[in-house]
Every structure is written in structure tokens, then in C-alpha cells.
């Protein structure tokens, strides 16, 4: 092999070095032919400047090179730029590099305008000529980079892959690893950095590598030298003392991480625990009311019974008279069961979220809630809203709007309103679907009022509630839903506000 000639290592890109006898650190550039917008990648140090010049003269013109890449700035690499960019004579004349690079490389005193790659979506398009530049940080320089020209599967990589030997060969053999490991070790500044590189590199489909220094690498031997490379200790981690240190923080941030690790298990325990005393609390409170509207169908149930076996025992019980008592306890025992429906519905948690909509909900919880206010002697009146969906957990959101009514209803009697009364009011604000219960109980107190949503925090005796109720309803509209649950004091008393996203109803 002639190494005063240009030597064409794929089609139409060629080496145009110089061949430094017993000089282990062998600098190559390389030159890609594309007429009069050809590419000069990484042309060396002055002491190689009269033979690159004549190799690139050649096979073309210096006069054609339009742009001259430079992976990383140091002076093998573009001590000789000023000189070329005189004999290239060009106004339209690029270099191409990084833009953390350029304040250093124009302290060679570089004229000529810069391409940086990373203003300019680390691609070239120059006619068919294609280029693809990645990023490989700090390996060795903060703008440090490869070229990928994908029409040939060439990548000129720089100082990755490079080596240094006396005994240099124009193409790697099976043993290149041994010669580029020196070099890596000391230009590489860590193991971590170095294989972030790699990682990028391997994705790539490759038939040659072409580095600035040591050897050619050709495709058989690429998958076994960048494994070899990927556990090759470098720059930090040669450093004994570093070595160490980082171990023991690498040990340090292990045990943080599990400790770490074991108190969000105690939190998330700790939270189950709450919603399981919450949902117990509230099955109590389910199996009370229950009884409550069980009681009355019931009680007339247990009357027409009485009345029919009395009459019947008198012989003076009409077919026409039993036929309607049966179809009265009929319906009070449909009543029952949906009753029981409506608490299931209630009480069971959806899986995922589902679109549904508002005005639904509150009417299924006003079901739920309207016998126990009637009871207590709280008016309710609730201002409809159409158009009024939301994406969600519809049951989760119908627990919600029952305890905050449960709240309101509590507080009314606890402080023995006259003309108790609820509003329920739904609207659609910028793009939100806001649900407000507002009773006149005289609101919350200021002190209280930083606190009403912690878990067991209660105004209430003991044994009206756990103080769970508000903090699960928080949960659930804010964790579960990521919306948005308030309160405020108004005019006559306690406003609570959900508010959600407003989404498209299913079609």
C-alpha cells in the first residue's frame, strides 16, 4: 500500500494523510468528493499540510472543498485551517463543528464562517451528500462529535476508536483493542461518558470506521472492539483514589435508595390503611342508611301482612283487594332491592377512568342523600348543567359528593340552622367543569380552615365521624383524578368546590 498517494477506503471518500515513520501517534484526514462542494474532515497539524494538499490536488481541487469538519479542536486536528482556507480561496467556504467549540478554534485565527451542528438539527444535505453528526460529549472535548455518511455506512469517529502504536497498520487486525487501549484510558474521561457514546455509535449500521488516529476499522471487527471498549476503565476511573471514593458513593446512594425505598412502602401501607378505616367508617354509615329506608317499606309491608291474614282468617279478604296488596309489597320490595343497587353502585371502585357526566353523578348521589336530608329537615336545591362531562372514576367522584353533602348536612345540625338549606351548583368555566355544595351553616373557622383536609381532622364528636372523609375526597379528586377539591367561606356559610377538565361525552 502506497501511503504517499491518497488511498480511497469506500467510494468517492478517500485517506489523504501522511504516513509518520516510528510516530505511534499517526494523524489521517479524510476527504469526501462531491464536486465543488466536497468535504475536508479533520485536516491535521502543519506537519502534515504539504501532503495533504498535494493528495486532495490529486484526485480533485482544493479549490472544491466547501466545507472542512472538525470533530474537536486541539492542534493535530486543525492547526492547519488558516493555510487551507487560503488555498481553498472561497467566501462561501463552512466549518463545520459544534458551537462549543468555537470559541476555541477561532484562536487559530479561522476566517471563515462557522456551521454549527447543533443549530442546524445535526444534519448537512449538500445535493445527494447526506451527513448525519452526533453528539458524543466529552469524548475527549465538551463539542466533541462523529460524522455518519450513510450512502457508504462510513463513520469518521473523531478520537473515539483511535490508537497509538509504532507498529501502526493502515486497517485494524483482530488484536486493535490492545493498541487503542492506552489511548482511551488516559482521553477518555470516564467509563459512564465514554459508553454513552458507544450507545449511540452502536446504533448505527456501519461498514467501516474511520478514525483520526490509529486504524481503519472494518465491519467484521466493529461489534467486538466497542464491546471491548464499553469495559474498558478510563479517565476517572483510572484514578485509584477516585475509584474508591465513587464505590463508597455509589454504596452511600444504594442504601439511601433502599431506605428511601422502604419508607414509601410504610407510606403507601400507611395510606391503605386510611382508606380501609375510611371505607369500613363509611359501610357502617352504608348499612345505616340502609336501615333507614329499609325501615318504612318495611314497616307498610309488615301492615299489609297483618291486614290480610286478619282478613283472610274473617273469610271476608276479595281476590280483587289481595291482588292489589300484593302488588303494593311488590313494589316496596323493588323499592328495597334498588336501594341496594344504588349502595353497590356506590360503594364499588372502578378500575379505570371512563368519560361520564356530572349532571348523572349528582343526581345518583342526590338518590342516595335526599331521604337522609329530608330526615334531618335540609332543603336542597341543585342548579342543573348540560354538556357537563368529565373524565374520571364515576363512582370514587359520587363518594365524593356524598361526604362533602354528608359535611354540610352535619354542620347544619351541629349548629341547629333554621331553614337549613344545600345548593348544589354545576357549571362550565374555561375549559372546567366545576361542581359547588354550599350550605349556611356559617362557615369554617379561620384556624380550622388550613387543616379541614388532614387525615383525622374533625370538628365533630368522635362518634360522628373519623375525620377521614374529606382527606380521602382530596385523594381521590386530586391524586386519582388530577383535579382540583377547595373550600372557601362565603355570604352564609362553607363553599366545597371539585374541579376537573372538561371532556368530550362518548359518542
Avoid at 379561620?446 to 374533625?458: E, G, K
Wanted: charged share 25%.
Amino acid at each position: 500500500m502506497d501511503f504517499t498517494q491518497a488511498i480511497e477506503i469506500a467510494k468517492g471518500i478517500w485517506w489523504v494523510g501522511m504516513y509518520l515513520p516510528n510516530d505511534p501517534f499517526q494523524c489521517h484526514p479524510y476527504f469526501i468528493e462531491n464536486g465543488e462542494n466536497s468535504i475536508l474532515i479533520d485536516p491535521g497539524s502543519m506537519l502534515e499540510f504539504n501532503a495533504v494538499v498535494r493528495k486532495i490536488n490529486t484526485i480533485s481541487s482544493m479549490k472544491h472543498i466547501r466545507y472542512i469538519i472538525l470533530h474537536h479542536q486541539d492542534p493535530d486536528l486543525a492547526a492547519s485551517v488558516p493555510e487551507m482556507e487560503k488555498l481553498i480561496g472561497r467566501r462561501d467556504l463552512r466549518i463545520i463543528t459544534h458551537s462549543r467549540m468555537v470559541p476555541l478554534v477561532k484562536h487559530y485565527l479561522i476566517r471563515s464562517d462557522y456551521y454549527e451542528i447543533d443549530k442546524h438539527d445535526h444534519t448537512l444535505t449538500c445535493g445527494e451528500l447526506h451527513l448525519q453528526f452526533i453528539a458524543t460529549p466529552y469524548c475527549h472535548s465538551p463539542g466533541a462529535f462523529v460524522t455518519y455518511e450513510p450512502r457508504t455506512k462510513t463513520l469518521f469517529s473523531g478520537d473515539i476508536f483511535g490508537g497509538i502504536e509504532e507498529s501502526w497498520e493502515f486497517y485494524a487486525e483482530d488484536d486493535y483493542f490492545e493498541k487503542a487501549r492506552q489511548f482511551h484510558a488516559e482521553y477518555m474521561p470516564s467509563r459512564d461518558i465514554f459508553n454513552y457514546a458507544l450507545n449511540k455509535i452502536e446504533a448505527l449500521d456501519m461498514e467501516r470506521i474511520a478514525p483520526q488516529h490509529g486504524s481503519i476499522i472494518c465491519k467484521p471487527q466493529i461489534p467486538k472492539l466497542i464491546e471491548q471498549m464499553k469495559a474498558l476503565e478510563c479517565g476517572l476511573y483510572i484514578e485509584k483514589e477516585y475509584r474508591h471514593e465513587l464505590l463508597y458513593t455509589i454504596e452511600a446512594l444504594r442504601q439511601k435508595d433502599m431506605a428511601l425505598e422502604a419508607s414509601l412502602k410504610e407510606l403507601q401501607e400507611k395510606e391503605e390503611f386510611l382508606f380501609q378505616k375510611a371505607k369500613m367508617a363509611d359501610m357502617g354509615e352504608m348499612i345505616g342508611n340502609i336501615a333507614h329506608q329499609w325501615r318504612q317499606p318495611l314497616a307498610i309491608n309488615n301492615t299489609i301482612l297483618s291486614i290480610l291474614k286478619e282478613k283472610s282468617q274473617m273469610d271476608i279478604l276479595e281476590p280483587k283487594e289481595l291482588l292489589e296488596k300484593l302488588e303494593e309489597m311488590e313494589n316496596n320490595i323493588q323499592y328495597m332491592s334498588k336501594t341496594i343497587d344504588d349502595f353497590m353502585r356506590f360503594y364499588h371502585p372502578a378500575k379505570k377512568k371512563t368519560i361520564f357526566c356530572v349532571s348523572d353523578v349528582i343526581e345518583h348521589a342526590l338518590t342516595i342523600m335526599r331521604p337522609i336530608l329530608k330526615k334531618a329537615g335540609v332543603d336542597l336545591h341543585f342548579d342543573y348543567c348540560e354538556d357537563a362531562y368529565v373524565r374520571g372514576y364515576m363512582n370514587e367522584y359520587t363518594q365524593v359528593v356524598v361526604a362533602i353533602l354528608t359535611n354540610a348536612k352535619d354542620a347544619l345540625i351541629q349548629r341547629n340552622i333554621q331553614d337549613a338549606v344545600i345548593n348544589v351548583s354545576l357549571s362550565n368555566e374555561n375549559g372546567s367543569v366545576i361542581l359547588t355544595i354550599s350550605d349556611n351553616a356559617g362557615g369554617i373557622e379561620a384556624s380550622h380552615m388550613q387543616r379541614i383536609f388532614d387525615p383525622y381532622f374533625t370538628t365533630k364528636h368522635k362518634s360522628m365521624g373519623t375525620g377521614l372523609g374529606l382527606y380521602i375526597s382530596k385523594m381521590i379528586i386530586e391524586k386519582n383524578m388530577d383535579g382540583i377539591l377547595g373550600v372557601d367561606n362565603r355570604e352564609n356559610g362553607a363553599a366545597f368546590y371539585i374541579k376537573l377538565e372538561k371532556a368530550h361525552a362518548d359518542t
